[in-house]
């Protein structure tokens, strides 16, 4: 994640979240030009006007890009340099030659070639114009991109349809280069980095941290009573946007500086609050340091502090907490409660319509049971037998691309190779005959995990290679990590035709958990930053199945 002072991130808060972007205000920032992977802008108009704007919104997003700019194309003739994602913008005004059935099925071709060429997200701007043409060719352009492994729409019909005339300038597109008007250039810029790139490149929020006073609600808990707090429409906003997020797998803390039973007693006694308390997943109320609270949370969702948004109407504390722990996003709540809503809607790294971070809460509020059931048993197994785990592989989903990718990019503690695949390496592995993946879900008698881990491996000289070995932090813990590895390289193999097993490894700061089971089993120790493991195919001859129900779908 690129680095801006906590105080800095809060100060850009402002402008950055404002309902409409402020051009000088934005380049008042003063953030560098930014460095790092290549955007190749493709495109057949002028796209000079939205550089000024993307360093300071990628800055506070948490990542960089060098946008890098094509020369005027109608054809989208496929660029020469390397790059590592793509823009295609494009006025589609100027193709009055091609009719409407034409113009969907050409740019489609185009598009694919573009995919073809070149790894990384490819994003399209779709046609802002209003008319049943526009209409057709933006619908083209959705069904490319649901059918395309790392694409997505620069959704500027959307944009358009807000601002009305404003998003168009006719008489100065001789100057700018542009008919798209500067509130529609501006926009499409903070869309693009907030929430097209964001989720390819921006680190997942996977938990928010709440306070309560002048933040939840107008008041203090403390001086008011649970009846005397308001909650102003602003605040409702909020409270329901909480809960969306929380609908969609994203963990709720509170973290707040008042006595618990007043807590406990302001949500028995406010039925009007949206926020209900069984959407709260952890409550870190007292008086200690909320830099503690927040570090108690993470332990207990079994994250990283870092992975936290922390939602606060006092500057004092969110600079205190920023501090303590480097890399956690931060939102002042200090101002009117539908800016802070606004801000939360737009918030780079949170999920997106259409994403989920599914299991989570279900799992969290199951693991208090999981441990006091592994601390009865007397063995292993008959832990495993109360557990009643299911373990279901599946070989070359390709209908599951986009959570394969996901598993690779976002997780941490047991990431074996840290490769990060995207969409297009992830669809290679799924679809070239010397490649393969295994997806792994996971339920037990007290709640179904889902999607938990994947095998990406490929077959050189006759020998499994694993590329990449990712389990999600949710499913450790239940002493599974050697049945679903097990077995899911002996699918792998059985595919690929391999008699020979080997492990690709690589050290990061978080991921010493996937290296000591890497360790443990195959018997010796992993050294040096990164390499190579081979094991004995008799390490994998069979599963220690246990008492784990094991079923293979896409075999």
Request: charged share 25%.
């Amino acid at each position: 994640m690129t680095g801006i002072p906590a105080l800095d991130r809060l100060d850009w808060q402002a402008t950055l979240f404002a309902p409409a972007l402020n051009r000088l205000a934005v380049m008042r920032l003063g953030a560098p030009a930014a460095t790092g992977p290549v955007l190749r802008v493709v495109r057949n108009h002028a796209f000079e006007t939205l550089l000024p704007v993307l360093a300071p919104l990628m800055q506070f997003a948490g990542y960089a890009m060098s946008p890098v700019l094509g020369e005027y194309d109608d054809s989208l003739n496929l660029p020469d340099e390397p790059y590592d994602a793509a823009l295609v913008w494009l006025d589609f005004s100027r193709y009055g030659r091609l009719d409407d059935d034409e113009l969907g099925p050409w740019l489609a071709g185009r598009l694919a070639a573009l995919r073809a060429h070149a790894g990384g997200p490819l994003v399209v701007a779709n046609s802002p114009d209003g008319g049943d043409r526009a209409t057709r060719l933006n619908a083209a352009i959705d069904d490319w991109a649901t059918r395309t492994p790392a694409a997505a729409v620069l959704r500027l019909d959307r944009i358009a349809g807000e601002l009305g005339a404003r998003a168009f300038s006719e008489d100065r597109a001789a100057v700018t280069g542009t008919r798209y008007g500067d509130p529609l250039c501006l926009e499409a810029a903070r869309t693009l980095v907030f929430d097209v790139l964001a989720p390819f490149h921006a680190a997942p929020i996977k938990a928010l941290a709440v306070d309560l006073d002048n933040t939840l609600y107008s008041g203090v808990l403390g001086e008011d009573g649970p009846d005397g707090v308001g909650l102003t429409e602003g605040h409702a906003a909020l409270q329901r946007e909480i809960d969306r997020l929380a609908s969609q797998g994203v963990l709720v803390s509170i973290v707040s500086k008042n006595e618990p039973a007043d807590v406990q007693a302001l949500f028995a006694a406010r039925a009007d609050f949206p926020l209900r308390p069984d959407r709260i997943a952890s409550w870190r109320v007292g008086w200690g340091e909320k830099s503690d609270g927040v570090r108690a949370a993470a332990a207990q969702f079994n994250i990283a502090p870092d992975a936290f948004l922390l939602i606060d109407d006092n500057v004092g504390e969110l600079v205190q907490v920023g501090s303590r722990h480097p890399g956690l996003r931060l939102l002042h709540a200090g101002g009117e409660a539908a800016d802070t809503v606004r801000a939360l809607t737009r918030y780079p790294g949170l999920p997106r319509a259409g994403q989920a971070f599914a299991g989570r809460a279900a799992d969290l509020a199951a693991n208090a049971e999981r441990a006091a059931m592994a601390e009865s048993a007397p063995d292993e197994e008959a832990y495993l037998a109360a557990l009643k785990a299911e373990l279901t592989f599946a070989l070359d989903p390709v209908e599951d691309r986009v959570r394969l990718t996901e598993l690779s990019r976002k997780t941490n503690q047991f990431n074996l190779a840290l490769r990060r695949l995207d969409e297009v390496e992830v669809d290679r592995y799924l679809t070239q005959s010397d490649r393969c993946v295994v997806h792994i879900r996971l339920a037990d008698r007290l709640a179904d995990s889902g999607s938990v881990a994947v095998l990406f491996g490929r077959r050189a000289d006759g020998v499994l290679i694993v590329d990449e070995l990712c389990i999600s932090c949710r499913a450790l813990g239940r002493k599974l990590e050697d049945v679903m590895v097990t077995e899911a390289v002996r699918g792998a193999m059985r595919r690929l035709g391999a008699d020979g097993l080997a492990f690709d490894y690589r050290i990061g700061p978080r991921n010493q958990p996937a290296v000591d089971w890497l360790a443990g089993f195959v018997g010796q120790p992993v050294t040096g930053e990164a390499g190579r493991l081979n094991v004995s195919a008799d390490r994998v001859a069979e599963t220690p199945r246990a008492a784990v129900s094991i079923r293979w779908t896409h075999d």
